[in-house]
């Protein structure tokens, strides 16, 4: 790649951005000209074997700046609008200024005028909406009598999406939202006359389904389907969803409508994969992306570690994303640069914004009352008041949480500095989105927190920059997620073999059926399975977005206000006694937490400390489901029983630092999940120079950070998995290496793991050898959930562990490409 003075791009706001920012860091300001990587760079793809980066150069160890990526800006490409656009609608959409639409949206519209089912997963800011605005508007103008329903994941988004409508929709399509605010008087209105219908999973579920005899005339002419943000829609919710479109799909046939579906999605791995999988359909993807693109300088940024302060068994800990993105947000609105700092909570973005604001009143008094924090719960008066502030130039710097991540009109910054990945690389493109206007460059910096992943990301940006690699992953078989919903569907119909088959899921359905019948919930007869009719509905018993485990209470103790729930799975690792507990960014600390009762109590409080939960857990093996042997590796997916149990939780300050750590006694949980896992021929760890001595913290270490690593390619959050590790399991007779799912009856993500492991053990891998410590810390092995205090743990050993696996998957075929 040549300098950042070759981009075609004349503006250079970007790099000054970035040499202010370097500047500030006492980093040489010359290092924000070179670009190490770009579009057509030749850095390894992620997992790949390689290691360095030759067009870097050697980086000293306390160098905060990883990589630099210039990303120039694209010109937009326009088609014509189809043929068969109503002039209404062309005009309609010429007084917002569009003209013509993008290539992308004119394709997508065509495919679904044809009837295809299909799932747009284009970029941040691209026009997905206009994709199926078009055909269902025209859909709707041709036939006065056809009706259409749009679901999102949240009444935020459907709300966001039907005033986009407004002075769109001709007369007579009487758009209209259906959700749990909506006035009973109304529901009748809309039931009657509203042909284009947004709302959202939940009332489908309890509202729609199973009152569908009153709604058959809406069912009856159902010709489009619009299933929004569908990435959302993954784990245990997605698999309930998954299921939640079949039963609606069945239905609607019984009324003798197939409507056609259409899906919007970020940028993810195998979108039509995904998306057939979600409405059990044959999906087409359309990921070729026909509009503009603001340019960017994207900084990868590895906070130093320190030396006066200490981790887990003397490890060393960095310097705190927040804290480097509060002094990042400081230098950038002392050069009058529109900034948002994205952090993790409330508490962080009040801190950001406090620190940021003393550091400018240092040097430009002036300015610090330009900087704030922001966060959820605004009300729509001060989220408009926040956004015209920010845009007219007022505010010059704001803390935030993801608040601001999605439904505010909020574009055209200066730049954006992200206090860690935000999870998803939909989201980090979400966040980074908000800067970048045509004529100007932007700068977008990623500052790692002290994570696996975070490590990975700051060291092999093209995982960020290049295709994606992350999936979406559900499990629509899950027998825990099946069998509530199989109750669902034969209440709303009765169920036929037909629908086991070809609807539900085949084999899985009928043993789950069967065991429903057994269990007294339903009812064989010749023709199929039967709801009885006790007059109660299961839909109302039925959530969507839990494991399964039931619900806990969140309850304020003083005033009996209920403030949440929490799933019962994971309530013991998050509101023990003792846990600080977030509710819309305010902040509680648990008193009590009664699992037989349902209920946790709480007190309002805002410490200055952060609780992390440690658990201990064993595993057992129930069914290898697939096995595979390479040399004295064997890899194993399959079922089985886990046992985990809270033991202690430990108060953390913002820099890291260890209070205290705090006995716990909760009961053991035992859940029947799926899980992925290794074993290695004791002969080869000796070959390998690891002796039994080296063994279990080797293992360990390498388990640790696998966890760490998962959610790149599966979306999920490293809370939604565990490991165990074993020099000897009893189930296996072998050194084994476990890594599960944490919802009942598996969400996907072991199985996801078995599929990628090559390429997920060496992104591990590399996460663990690019980390400059000596013998482990949060950035690699140790991990903030460990019930063993991070001990033993051998990072070297980890890494010989994980070539001996690669070196073995490789000479079986199975490598990391």
């Not at 290794?678 to 760890?685: C, E, F, K, N, V």
């Not at 996801?752 to 053990?761: D, E, F, I, S, T």
């Amino acid at each position: 790649m040549g300098s950042a003075g070759e981009c075609v791009d004349g503006s250079r706001r970007g790099v000054e951005l970035l040499r202010r920012v370097l500047a500030g860091s006492q980093v040489d300001p010359d290092r924000a000209e070179t670009t190490w990587l770009g579009p057509g760079g030749t850095d390894p793809e992620p997992g790949d074997h390689a290691s360095g980066d030759p067009a870097r150069g050697d980086l000293a160890p306390d160098d905060p700046l990883r990589h630099v990526v210039r990303i120039p800006p694209r010109p937009g490409r326009t088609a014509d609008w189809p043929s068969w656009t109503p002039p209404e609608l062309r005009a309609a959409w010429a007084g917002r200024g569009i003209e013509r639409p993008w290539a992308h949206q004119a394709d997508g519209a065509e495919l679904v005028r044809s009837g295809a089912d299909v799932v747009v997963a284009t970029g941040t800011a691209s026009g997905k909406s206009l994709v199926y605005q078009l055909p269902v508007l025209a859909g709707l103008v041709e036939d006065p009598r056809a009706t259409a329903l749009y679901l999102a994941p949240t009444k935020a988004l459907a709300a966001d999406q039907l005033r986009a409508l407004d002075g769109v929709a001709p007369a007579g399509i009487r758009p209209a939202a259906f959700d749990g605010d909506t006035p009973m008087e109304e529901r009748e209105w809309i039931r009657r006359h509203c042909r284009w219908m947004f709302s959202n999973p939940d009332m489908l579920h309890r509202s729609l389904l199973p009152r569908h005899r009153r709604w058959s005339t809406f069912l009856r002419r159902l010709q489009f389907v619009v299933v929004d943000e569908c990435h959302t829609y993954r784990g245990v919710f997605g698999s309930h969803v998954a299921l939640l479109l079949r039963r609606l799909l069945r239905v609607a046939a019984r009324y003798g409508a197939r409507p056609t579906i259409v899906l919007a999605s970020a940028t993810v791995a195998r979108p039509a994969e995904f998306a057939s999988r979600l409405t059990g359909r044959d999906v087409v993807a359309l990921t070729e992306d026909g509009s503009p693109h603001a340019g960017r300088t994207v900084a990868f940024w590895e906070p130093p570690l320190l030396t006066e302060i200490t981790g887990d068994n003397g490890a060393p800990v960095r310097r705190s994303a927040g804290g480097e993105a509060a002094r990042m947000l400081a230098d950038l609105v002392l050069e009058e640069a529109r900034t948002l700092a994205f952090v993790r909570s409330r508490r962080a973005a009040e801190l950001t914004a406090l620190g940021a604001r003393r550091q400018v009143a240092d040097v430009a008094p002036e300015l610090a009352d330009r900087v704030a924090a922001y966060r959820g719960g605004y009300l729509p008066e001060e989220r408009r008041a926040l956004e015209a502030a920010l845009m007219s130039g007022e505010l010059l710097g704001v803390a935030t949480t993801n608040a601001l991540e999605l439904g505010v009109d909020i574009s055209g910054l200066d730049a954006v500095v992200l206090a860690g990945f935000p999870g998803t690389r939909s989201s980090f493109w979400q966040q980074a989105g908000r800067a970048g206007r045509a004529a100007d460059e932007a700068l977008v910096v990623l500052v790692a927190r002290d994570d696996p992943l975070d490590t990975y990301l700051v060291h092999h940006p093209q995982t960020l920059i290049g295709a994606p690699v992350e999936s979406c992953v559900l499990n629509p078989v899950n027998p825990y997620v099946l069998a509530p919903q199989l109750a669902c569907a034969a209440a709303e119909l009765p169920l036929t073999t037909v629908d086991a088959e070809e609807v539900f899921g085949g084999q899985p359905a009928v043993e789950v059926l069967d065991e429903l019948v057994a269990d007294g919930v339903l009812r064989r007869r010749p023709h199929g399975w039967f709801w009885p009719d006790t007059g109660d509905a299961p839909a109302a018993q039925v959530d969507l977005r839990g494991s399964g485990l039931g619900q806990v209470a969140v309850v304020e103790a003083a005033t009996a206000r209920m403030l949440g729930t929490v799933d019962g799975g994971a309530a013991p690792g998050t509101v023990h006694p003792g846990a600080v507990y977030l509710h819309r960014g305010e902040s509680y600390v648990v008193d009590e937490l009664d699992l037989d009762g349902g209920v946790a109590l709480v007190h309002p409080e805002d410490p200055d400390w952060r609780t992390e939960a440690q658990s201990v857990s064993d595993v057992t093996v129930l069914e290898v489901l697939e096995a595979r042997r390479h040399g004295p590796v064997h890899v194993c997916f399959g079922r089985t029983t886990v046992t985990s149990q809270v033991v202690a939780y430990r108060r953390r300050t913002p820099d890291g630092t260890v209070l205290d750590q705090t006995a716990l006694d909760l009961p053991a949980q035992s859940l029947d999940t799926r899980s992925v896992w290794y074993t290695i021929d004791p002969d080869a760890l000796a070959a390998a120079g690891i002796d039994d001595a080296r063994l279990p913290g080797a293992l360990h270490a390498a388990e640790h950070a696998a966890i760490g690593l998962l959610p790149l390619f599966a979306i999920c959050d490293r809370w939604d998995i565990g490991g165990l590790s074993t020099a000897l399991h009893p189930d296996t007779g072998l050194p084994t290496v476990f890594v599960h799912d944490g919802h009942p009856g598996g969400a996907g993500l072991a199985e996801r793991g078995h599929a990628v492991l090559a390429r997920w053990l060496a992104a591990t891998r590399a996460a663990v050898r690019d980390c400059e410590c000596r013998t482990g810390c949060p950035s690699c092995v140790q991990s903030p959930k460990c019930g063993n205090g991070n001990n033993p743990l051998d990072k070297a050993g980890a890494v010989q562990v994980l070539d001996l696996v690669l070196g073995a998957l490789a000479e079986g075929g199975d490598d990391a490409r």
